[in-house]
């Protein structure tokens, strides 16, 4: 099981920026797909989720109202949409897959992409 997420890279606050997560050898609509970011001597902190077979979206407070999940099931990728951007929200951001009901505690993910970066500077 193997998760790519793209999309990152050095933007200005206020920017936009689309990050992807795509599988390459296994269905993500069956699964749920969560979004979360880490900087550096923080702990991973979850941002947002989207279920499989419901297609329940949940954010944290941080990212509710710029942020927004979704799924393309024929890409089989699933994309969030980050709009507004503030330094803040500079981290590497990972996506995750996981059976059953989505969370955000990053702790009940099985499967990980590798991290991609965002930075949000002036």
């Known amino acids: 099981v193997q998760l790519q997420a793209s999309g990152g890279g050095l933007v200005q606050p206020g920017d936009s920026l689309t990050l992807s997560c795509a599988a390459s050898d296994f269905t993500l609509d069956s699964y749920a797909v969560g979004w979360f970011r880490q900087v550096p001597g923080k702990e991973r902190e979850g941002i947002s989720c989207i279920g499989s077979t419901d297609g329940k979206t949940y954010y944290a407070d941080s990212v509710r109202g710029r942020f927004t999940v979704s799924r393309d099931n024929v890409k089989n990728t699933v994309y969030l949409q980050m709009n507004s951007l503030k330094p803040e929200d500079a981290a590497v951001y990972y996506c995750?897959?996981?059976?059953?009901?989505?969370?955000?505690?990053?702790?009940?993910?099985?499967?990980w992409g590798q991290g991609t970066q965002v930075t949000v500077s002036s």
């Open positions: 995750a897959a996981k059976g059953g009901i989505a969370t955000l505690s990053p702790t009940q993910y099985v499967y």
